[in-house]
Structures are given as C-alpha cells and as structure tokens.
C-alpha cells in the first residue's frame, strides 16, 4: 500500500491511500496538524467567508429570525384576509398586495443579504467607513 499527500493552506493534511490489486474507490483521510488553532474565535468556516465564527453566528440567527417573523405574518396577514369574505375591501387588498411584497422580499433578499455580509468582510454593520 502506497501513501500520497497533499497539503492545504489550512494546515491541513489529506492522506489517500492507494490500494494496489483492487479496484475501490479512493477514501481520503484527514489529520489536523495544528490543533491549538481549533479553538480559535477568529477562524472562518470556509475560505470565502470573512467573518469570525462568532460573527456567523449572529448574523444567522438575527437574519433567521427576521425571515421567519416575516414569512409566518405575512402569510398570517394573507390567509386572514382571503378567508374572511367580510375582510375582501379595497384597502385589505392594498395590505394584501403590500404583505405579499413583503414576503418576497422576505424570501429573496434576506439570504442574499445575509450572504453578502459574510462574504464581504466588513467589521462594521451598519457603516463600511
């Protein structure tokens, strides 16, 4: 059995194992050559996240939040509304049409946002002076 190696920036060492007479399939083998750095708070997920793990972390909670908050009213307000006849007036129609774009707002510009934020890198929430 012959051993080839590969190494990666992370410091990480990918082992493959060569299994000469038989025909399997090749399953790579991973060992951590520096593990003091495993409990760094500064470490990112992958290499096109720039944000520290503590920084994924809340983002992704305060944006789940948001887009849970926004896709169960919005539909709360939209199910209201086309259940109740007595609801179907020209403003509950207005609220209709603001709530669905609400929703869509909701679904597609909240995780592209939330991507946008942990690939950029900026430090600052709200200002990127």
């Known amino acids: 059995?012959?051993?080839?190696?590969v190494s990666t920036t992370t410091?990480?060492?990918?082992?493959?194992?060569?299994?000469?007479?038989?025909?399997?399939q090749q399953q790579p083998t991973f060992h951590a050559d520096d593990a003091a750095?495993?409990?760094?708070?500064?470490?990112?997920?992958?290499?096109?996240?720039?944000?520290?793990?503590?920084m994924v972390v809340i983002y992704t909670l305060a944006y789940a939040a948001v887009f849970l908050l926004a896709v169960?009213?919005?539909?709360?307000?939209?199910?209201?509304v086309f259940s109740n006849s007595s609801m179907h007036t020209v403003t509950n129609y207005f609220i209709v049409n603001l709530a669905v774009a609400d929703l869509l707002v909701g679904l597609v510009c909240?995780?592209?946002?939330?991507?946008?934020?942990?690939?950029?890198?900026?430090?600052?929430?709200?200002?990127s002076v």
């Open 1 to 5: 059995m012959s051993e080839s190696t």
């Open 11 to 24: 410091t990480t060492t990918l082992v493959y194992h060569h299994h000469d007479g038989n025909n399997q």
């Open 37 to 54: 750095d495993a409990g760094n708070d500064d470490e990112t997920f992958y290499e096109f996240i720039k944000q520290p793990t503590h």
């Open 72 to 80: 169960v009213g919005n539909v709360l307000v939209i199910s209201v």
């Open 110 to 127: 909240l995780p592209t946002s939330l991507v946008a934020n942990l690939v950029s890198g900026n430090k600052h929430l709200y200002c």
